[in-house]
């Protein structure tokens, strides 16, 4: 094996740009007579819009265009498409009301835009943005789940009675319910799963410019997915076809699958660029992100565990309510149910399970995917409700799980909510982290931090995850618009360096690095001679990009088949200049060698071959060294395996304090531990931060009271430790890498063991409950609560 | 509009800049110097720190002609001539930056802390970079290669 190959934490080839202050994000381009927008947002959560004025906005300095809803109507703009479609348990489809890309007439969130502002400075269409007058007639508003399914509530859309989108289940009902009716031990917990917002550091941004001469459009975008923005606005929102758009996502800071979505603004640049005859550009304030980026989360459950006396799990039962805001966002409806419910088994057997899932308007931002998306909420009600039942059986928090862990020689095992796990092993990362953590010295830590006046807890949770999304023919059943398979080219130069082409994109994950590591374990060939292209429609022949921690096992997986066919071809070649059978012809550590034989070919002359195809089986073999592949994948990865977290509660002033993390995961053959660790790093952090900091607060108005980053509390350094991260690997059986995918585990993982700790901590002081964020003042008044009930 | 002089990166300029316009819009707008991000609105993220007469300073809380003057260092005149700064060069053997955005920003602030305390501590080095956001790695490597810059930095000072 190469020391650049599978499992070497070799340092990352994109690094040296981004430490020079040399990387090209999109705000960074500016573009020949480059114009600016600026969006006139509704400051209400719903509202008429009697009317608009931009008399005095367009006489401003320097002030090229003022376009409204009613200007987007005329030039026959698409509305956004909803790409899921959910059925309700009647058998009627979701509700997808229109999702129009300026609001006419009406606004249902405060932030929806209005009216775009173009000027040939930002400051001028900042200044102008204020002087377009908008005549608003506001209207009652709902922004909260319990609020928004009371009768006489507001309605966000007519065609939606109740605020209702779907009304949606599954798992077995009857066999659900034939278990509750027997069972020795029901235990029930209500929660919430606090609304975040994604906040990748790098605000959306877009550069949209229309060629009159060639006409076509060039759009570059903070996209995690350039050919499916691109899809959409040929398919649905430009209508311009394919071949006259360029879709360019240059570096990109941070996605957490809020720049998976196809967004207004992208849309709206390339409109007005063919408009006004410049190119626009749009760069989202922060403020304006947290009133324009998808938010994620937001659920309110009620779940019912059915157990035998002794802690065996034996049914369980999930109500959930599901905010999807004001519009139906990209993939917003398969967020609550097929990447939720569908995981509710845990890392457990469970042999009975029903979800019954609500999807509700709300006047609020648009709610789809963030870091993790659906699994995270499947685990934290699922974590939270097992520590729920071992308090009350009074069994171990450790041992409930053990007992009920799927054992390694169960699989493949067949959940009772759809899924079908293909391997892992829950014991083996249960011990790893249980050890890395050093569990049986917890009381002695505990007594020690009592001694320092401090509170004590230790937190679990054991979790699997479904990623490597997915089976296109699967997902298509399931409601999906798209296929969700990945490309690439490998393209051999005649001198033996290798440009690789991906539909996957890299916004830190360092595929540049880790690709290349993996054409190097096949070929051979040092990573300094292997390029990777990604993010630019024009350059990658498709693509579905990268979400769902999808990039190395799908993405990967169609590198390694496009590379499989270019080994194939070059055997033949081989064979030619060896004057061997193909048959007999191996390749094996860049070599092509006659089996049994020393003769043998480099791959480099090979190639050479294939391009100076002097001496060359012409006849069968065409020249050139190139090859393609699309890879769908069987089924879902499956990660898994065990977070534990040590907290030290103040009980004066209820801060906590998380002092350990340790966790061990199962993420599938590695290619780069180095890079592997850090995303189980940026995953915990993540995790951490909804448990204990991130909400995004909606008042009773639809007003969002946590709109920056003063109001809206994001992990820091000083609120973390650092993290113990281990791996045991059992590879993924039904992809050629054997890959499962890490990006989003520890914000699957860590937010119910992190609230767990604390209820352990507060546990001696009669405290049961808590939801996240458990802030210092939530903290502090459930032990006040706890203590005064108690007196 | 307001004519100011200053040094970025050792280079002179002179230019005409409204009273209201930020220090990080003269540098990425005027003077195209873009390693300098921008990250929110409210001096929480810190992706903008650069060096303002050799203290580390949030660009988009100060305004330009308020650096009238000034010797400004950025991200890209941190080293120079495409070499690393051992801080980079942290950065990039421990894995401290994923997607880059607040790496700018982090190094500068960095940097100045290990020169004004070279040899930190761990807690020290989570406070120090408490003005600057990352998604991305959790800190956990951003600490990691601050540690190891500084231990550089005190090994070549030897
Ligand atoms: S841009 Fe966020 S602190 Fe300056
Ligand atoms: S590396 Fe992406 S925000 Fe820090």
């Known amino acids: 094996m190469s020391d650049q190959g599978l499992g070497a934490s070799v340092a990352r080839k994109e690094d040296r740009r981004f430490l020079l202050g040399k990387g090209r994000y999109t705000d960074d381009v500016t573009l020949p007579n480059q114009s600016y927008a600026v969006f006139v947002r509704s400051p209400h959560a719903n509202a008429a819009i009697r009317s608009i004025d931009a008399r005095q906005a367009l006489a401003a300095p320097g002030v090229l265009a003022v376009l409204t809803g009613e ?14 479609t959910i059925t309700s348990k009647d058998g009627s489809k979701m509700v997808a009301p229109p999702h129009p890309a300026l609001v006419k007439g009406k606004a249902r969130h405060t932030g929806d835009p209005v009216a775009m502002v173009i000027a040939e400075t930002r400051a001028q269409a900042k200044d102008a943005a204020q002087l377009v007058e908008v005549d608003y007639d506001p209207q009652p508003a709902v922004a909260h789940l319990n609020a928004a399914v009371a009768n006489g509530a507001p309605q966000v859309w007519d065609e939606a009675p109740g605020n209702v989108c779907f009304d949606w289940h599954l798992g077995d009902a009857a066999a659900t319910d034939a278990e509750f009716a027997k069972a020795e031990r029901v235990v029930a917990i209500d929660l919430t799963n606090n609304r975040v917002a994604p906040n990748a550091i790098e605000p959306r941004a877009a550069n949209g410019y229309y060629d009159d001469v060639e006409d076509r459009y060039t759009l570059y975008t903070t996209s995690q997915n350039p050919h499916l923005t691109r899809l959409l606005l040929a398919a649905y929102t430009l209508k311009v076809p394919e071949q006259k758009l360029r879709v360019v996502a240059p570096d990109v800071g941070g996605g957490f699958g809020s720049k998976i979505f196809h967004y207004a603004e992208e849309l709206l640049v390339l409109w007005a660029s063919k408009k006004v005859g410049h190119p626009v550009k749009w760069t989202s304030d922060r403020s304006e992100a947290f009133l324009s980026d998808a938010h994620g989360r937001d659920h309110v459950t009620h779940a019912e565990l059915a157990l035998t006396a002794d802690g065996k799990f034996r049914a369980l039962s999930v109500r959930t309510l599901a905010n999807m805001g004001a519009y139906l966002s990209t993939f917003a409806p398969a967020i609550p149910t097929y990447l939720h419910a569908t995981l509710l088994s845990g890392p457990y057997v469970i042999p009975a399970i029903y979800a019954e899932v609500k999807a509700i308007f709300t006047h609020t931002v648009p709610v789809d995917a963030v870091r993790g998306a659906g699994r995270p909420e499947a685990t934290y009600l699922l974590e939270r409700l097992v520590d729920k039942a071992a308090r009350e059986l009074g069994i171990d928090r450790v041992e409930i799980r053990r007992k009920n862990l799927i054992q390694p020689d169960q699989f493949p095992y067949q959940t009772p909510v759809a899924l079908q796990y293909d391997v892992g092993d ?9 050890q890395a953590i050093d569990y049986g010295k917890f009381a002695e830590r505990k007594a020690e931090s009592e001694q320092r006046g401090k509170l004590r807890g230790f937190g679990i949770s054991t979790y699997i995850e479904a990623c490597g999304i997915a089976p296109s023919a699967l997902v298509g059943a399931l409601g999906a618009g798209a296929g969700l398979y990945e490309a690439a080219t490998v393209r051999v130069h005649p001198t033996g360096s290798v440009t690789v082409f991906t539909g996957s ?4 994950q360092g595929h540049e690095t880790t690709f290349a590591q993996l054409v190097n374990e096949r070929l051979g060939i040092p990573i300094e001679n292997i390029e990777i292209v990604h993010g630019d429609t024009d350059r990658i022949p498709f693509g579905m990009g990268t979400y769902g921690s999808r990039s190395a096992a799908v993405g990967g997986s169609a590198i390694y088949k496009a590379v499989d066919k270019i080994v194939d071809k070059g055997k033949k070649i081989a064979a030619h200049l060896l004057e061997a059978n193909v048959a007999d012809v191996e390749f094996e550590d860049g070599k092509y060698r006659v089996a049994g034989t020393d003769r ?25 060294l190139e090859d393609s592949a699309f890879y769908d994948p069987k089924n879902f990865t499956f990660p898994g395996g065990c977070h534990l977290v040590e907290v030290e509660v103040d009980p004066e002033t209820g801060v906590v304090e998380v002092v350990d993390v340790a966790i061990a995961d199962d993420v599938g053959v590695i290619i780069n531990p180095m890079i592997v660790d850090g995303q189980a790093h940026g995953g915990l952090a993540h995790g951490i931060g909804q448990a204990l900091l991130e909400e995004c607060v909606y008042d009773t108005e639809g007003q969002l009271l946590s709109g920056s980053f003063m109001s809206y509390t994001m992990p820091r350094a000083a609120d973390l430790p650092s993290f113990k991260v281990g791996n045991h690997v059992t590879a993924c059986t039904h992809n050629p890498t054997g890959i499962k995918g890490v990006g989003e585990v520890g914000a699957i993982g860590v937010p119910p063991a992190v609230i767990n700790a604390v209820l352990d901590a507060l546990a001696p002081l009669g405290v049961t409950h808590l939801d996240m964020p458990a802030t210092p003042e939530k903290v502090w008044r459930a032990i006040q609560a706890a203590q005064g009930g108690a007196a | 509009m307001a004519t100011i002089s200053l040094k970025v990166n050792e280079k002179s300029h002179v230019v005409d800049v409204e009273a209201r316009t930020l220090l990080v ?40 002609v308020e650096a009238d003057g000034a010797a400004v260092t950025t991200i890209e005149g941190l080293s120079g001539n495409g070499k690393l700064h051992p801080m980079q060069t942290a950065f990039h053997t421990c894995h401290g930056l994923q997607c880059g955005f607040c790496t700018p920003g982090m ?17 020290e080095v989570r406070h120090g970079l408490e003005g600057n956001l990352c998604r991305c790695t959790g800190y956990h490597n951003i600490v990691k290669a601050v540690l190891t810059a500084a231990e550089t930095v005190r090994g070549g000072a030897q």
């Open chain 1, 600 to 624: 043998e070919k480099t791959f480099g002359e090979v190639a050479f071959t294939a391009y100076v195809p002097h001496n060359y089986p012409i006849d069968t073999v065409e020249p050139g």
């Open chain 1, 71 to 84: 200007d987007a109507a005329a030039d026959d703009l698409g509305g956004i498409p909803c790409g899921w």
């Open chain 2, 107 to 123: 190094v500068m602030r960095a940097t100045e802390l290990i020169q004004r305390n070279p040899n930190p501590t761990e807690d």
């Open chain 2, 25 to 64: 819009e003269l540098l990425r707008e005027h003077l195209r110097l873009t390693g300098t991000h921008v990250g929110c609105d409210t001096s929480q993220c810190g992706a903008c720190t650069v060096w303002v007469d050799g203290k580390s300073v949030k660009s988009c809380a100060m305004l330009a």
């Open chain 1, 505 to 508: 994109h890299s916004h830190g």
């Open chain 1, 426 to 434: 829950y014991p083996a990362t249960l011990d790893m982290a249980l």
